[in-house]
Nanobody, 122 residues
């Protein structure tokens, strides 16, 4: 299993980023996937998860209406569109496989990648 995140960076408050996660080594099209994040000094936090076909996604309340998760099974790639970013979104973002359902907590996510840093300045 290999997961490689990219797309992070430094943006001002209100800005946007698009994170990507390239997956390999498992049947991506038959796997529910998730994004989690970890801010400095804080615990790992579940951000969003998506069904294996990409049709249904769920989000933590703090990002609803601002973040959009999508899944391209033809490219074995996961995405997270981050809009209207806030300083409290600053964290390392990881993609991972959901190993149990429902997948709505960090403990439900396994095999995270190395992460990509998102920093939002005020």
């Amino acid at each position: 299993v290999q997961l490689v995140e990219s797309g992070g960076g430094l943006v001002q408050s209100g800005g946007s980023l698009r994170l990507s996660c390239a997956a390999s080594g498992f049947n991506f099209g038959f796997t529910e996937m998730a994004w989690v994040r970890q801010a400095p000094g804080k615990a790992l936090e579940w951000v969003s998860s998506i069904s294996r076909d990409g049709a249904n996604a769920d989000y933590v309340d703090s990002v609803k209406g601002r973040f959009t998760m999508s899944k391209d099974n033809s490219k074995n790639t996961l995405y997270l569109q981050l809009n209207n970013l806030k300083p409290e979104d600053t964290a390392v973002y990881y993609c991972g496989r959901c190993f149990r359902l429902p997948c709505n907590a960090a403990v439900d996510v396994a095999h995270r990648g190395q992460g990509t840093q998102v920093t939002v300045s005020s």
